[in-house]
T-cell receptor, first 109, second 114 residues
Framework: KNEVEQSPQNLTAQEGEFITINCSYS?????LHWLQQHPGGGIVSLFM?????KKHGRLIATINIQEKHSSLHITASHPRDSAVYIC???????????WGAGTKLIIKP | DTAVSQTPKYLVTQMGNDKSIKCEQN?????MYWYKQDSKKFLKIMFS???????INETVPNRFSPKSPDKAHLNLHINSLELGDSAVYFC?????????????FGQGTRLTVV
């Protein structure tokens, strides 16, 4: 079993829909990252969380440390949001990241 | 301006060759990294380097070696390339040790070994 699980693996939605991507992990962590990988392969760091909630434009990330769970939300989704979204956690034990497998999101116009 | 840039973007080479991938960051960050993305899309850290310390993931074959001529560059050298080395390799940098500060990634280099 992977230490970081994302769901769903694939998600297709219509433009304008509210999107939720989930990340669950099984280790104690000090921080969690959400990243976006564009179709061309480049990766952009979206959020780093250790508690609570962060918002950046139409993107919202939340984390519940007790439940070992984080969600990434996209409001008013747009075709340009189509990408792979990756969750990664930093275990308490060391600085190295444990990565989820990613969620492939397709937003149709 | 590109914050973290890798070259080349694509690299096709024969088994047994030695190749290098270059990475440069213009963010003034102290720490740089190399990641390998495998066929299942997992990103695995290979190296972490700042001006004080090189940390190597012990699962990385010693055919892979990082070279840092200065703080802004961390190049990846690969000797005696094997078919299994085919993957996308990402360079990244952060101000402090990841992930106390957010990381910025390069666009990736797709290596194909034939």
């Amino acid at each position: 079993k992977n230490e970081v699980e994302q769901s769903p693996q694939n998600l297709t939605a219509q433009e304008g829909e509210f999107i939720t991507i989930n990340c669950s992990y099984s280790v104690g962590i000090s921080a969690l990252h959400w990243l976006q990988q564009h179709p061309g392969g480049g990766i952009v760091s979206l959020f780093m969380l250790s508690s609570g909630k962060k918002k950046h434009g139409r993107l919202i990330a939340t984390i519940n440390i007790q439940e070992k769970h984080s969600s990434l939300h996209i409001t008013a989704s747009h075709p340009r949001d189509s990408a792979v979204y990756i969750c990664a956690v930093e275990p308490d034990s060391n600085y190295q990241l444990i990565w989820g497998a990613g969620t492939k999101l397709i937003i149709k116009p | 301006d590109t914050a973290v840039s890798q070259t080349p973007k694509y690299l096709v080479t024969q088994m047994g060759n030695d190749k290098s991938i270059k990475c440069e960051q213009n963010l003034g960050h102290d720490t740089m990294y190399w990641y390998k993305q495998d066929s299942k899309k997992f990103l695995k850290i290979m190296f972490s380097y700042n001006n004080k310390e090189l940390i190597i993931n012990e699962t990385v074959p010693n055919r892979f070696s990082p070279k840092s001529p200065d703080k802004a560059h961390l190049n990846l050298h690969i000797n005696s390339l094997e078919l299994g080395d085919s993957a996308v390799y990402f360079c990244a940098s952060s101000q402090e040790g990841l992930p106390r500060s957010e990381a910025f990634f390069g666009q990736g280099t797709r290596l194909t070994v034939v």
